[in-house]
């Protein structure tokens, strides 16, 4: 089984990971020489980060430490080594943890470094350089301004307008302060301070952030924004208190930018279509989004609140993304924004299993009759009024099923159409859910 998921390394923190953190050090270390490495806030992040540090040096190679950082603050300043290391585990529970890595231009290790890692993580053996070969760490001031002060120049007005931040006692509880006080915005601050025992739920979901859309109408304030606990994820709140889903999001940027194309996920809305963009579709996970700018763009994202801004990085940038939202804010009433973005009915479920028979699903789905199919990320049916995607968890034993449509009705359909396909190909009986 690999140990890198869509975006890394994560676990709950016991010997096992401490173990892996070295391994993972040592690794890195062989391949690049110069190597920057920064933590979350989790209560954890000591033990694992001298845990990657002592791989580095071990190694030979050299390291700096730039302590509490948002990822994509230690994303942007990777460009001046030769990778990047961050202890966290993003928007899992404060008992977890674990690693992201980078290379200098932002984006995440790819499949090929990935499987060098592994490699180096399941050896039964290791060796080290020696003693005269061995370099030292040393501290790495001034990362969080330096990524403020990149984001400054694509914001030449000044933002006048009442924002309150919620950083879930995350890595952004001072990054994301910072650069919108400094943008000219009134702040209210909600969970702005490091802690490694998150206060609510640390992903940014909508049961999650109740607090802040209470904060937002009560204050009268323009907007209101949330991190994850590594602040590469960002999701907001209009003017009236209501939570803006990721879909939604995601098109209200795509306009705000004037992107010509944009960059998302198999599992995103049609709705970026219906309102005029040209789409290029990945695998699911903000990891192939940003592998796919590489190729060009100047927008792309995941739903789940990873917005990427190519001009800074090929990183999720929460911290960049919350100065956006503010932005458009500023210029327009954020709620009638979002009314404005078309909505369409979209179902959600899963199936227990521990297996699948892909052609014997394939063959099942065709008879649905879709207008295309594609079978990057599991099975996407595409249909004139909507669309069906099944695919295994990359997390869990389970079957999962998206289905959109212009109606309830047909989107319903949809789903019960996939269901039935599904439970006529589970290898091992399973469960719905």
Not at 168 to 196: D, H, P, W
Request: with cysteine; charged share 25%.
């Amino acid at each position: 089984m690999r140990l890198f998921g869509s975006s890394g390394i994560r676990a709950v923190f016991d010997k096992d990971l401490l173990n892996i953190a070295f391994r993972v050090g040592l690794g890195v270390g062989k391949t690049s020489g110069n190597v920057v490495v920064g933590t979350d806030t989790r209560t954890s992040r000591d033990a694992m980060k001298h845990a990657v540090i002592s791989g580095l040096l071990a190694s030979g190679a050299r390291c700096c430490d730039a302590g509490i950082v948002p990822t994509p603050t230690l994303a942007y300043i990777t460009r001046e080594f030769d990778a990047g290391i961050v202890v966290t585990a993003s928007h899992n529970p404060p008992e977890y943890n674990g690693v992201k890595l980078f290379n200098p231009d932002g984006s995440s290790f790819d499949l090929i470094q990935q499987a060098q890692i592994e490699k180096e993580i399941r050896a039964k053996s290791y060796g080290v350089a020696k003693w005269e070969d061995i370099k030292h760490c040393e501290v790495y001031s001034g990362a969080i301004e330096n990524h403020i002060n990149s984001i400054l120049p694509h914001f030449p007005d000044k933002l006048k307008v009442k924002v309150v931040i919620d950083a879930g006692c995350g890595a952004a509880s001072e990054a994301t302060v910072r650069l919108l006080e400094k943008l000219g915005c009134e702040i209210v601050t909600l969970n702005c301070f490091y802690s490694g025992f998150f206060p609510r739920g640390i992903e940014p979901t909508e049961a999650n952030l109740q607090e802040l859309c209470r904060a937002v109408k009560d204050s009268g304030a323009q907007c209101g924004v949330a991190h994850d606990g590594d602040a590469d994820r960002m999701m907001a709140v209009d003017d009236r208190g209501r939570f803006i889903t990721g879909d939604v999001m995601l098109a209200l940027f795509a306009r705000a930018l004037g992107a010509d194309e944009v960059v998302t996920t198999l599992d995103a809305s049609m709705t970026v279509e219906e309102m005029g963009f040209n789409v290029r579709r990945t695998k699911i996970g903000d990891t192939w989004v940003s592998e796919e700018l590489k190729k060009g763009g100047s927008f792309g994202g995941e739903t789940s609140g990873a917005w990427i801004f190519p001009e800074i990085s090929l990183c999720p940038d929460g911290v960049f993304a919350a100065a956006r939202v503010a932005a458009i804010a500023g210029q327009h009433k954020l709620s009638e924004l979002v009314d404005a973005v078309p909505v369409y009915p979209l179902v959600r479920g899963s199936v227990s299993s521990k297996g699948i028979a892909m052609p014997r699903l394939e063959s099942r789905l065709s008879t649905l009759k879709p207008v295309a199919t594609s079978n990057s990320d599991g099975i996407r049916l595409s249909f004139d009024d909507g669309w069906l995607l099944v695919r295994p968890s990359g997390t869990e034993p389970k079957i999962r099923l998206t289905a959109e449509a212009k109606t309830g009705a047909r989107a319903q359909q949809l789903y019960e159409d996939g269901l039935r396909a599904v439970k006529d190909s589970i290898e091992i009986g399973g469960k719905a859910s």
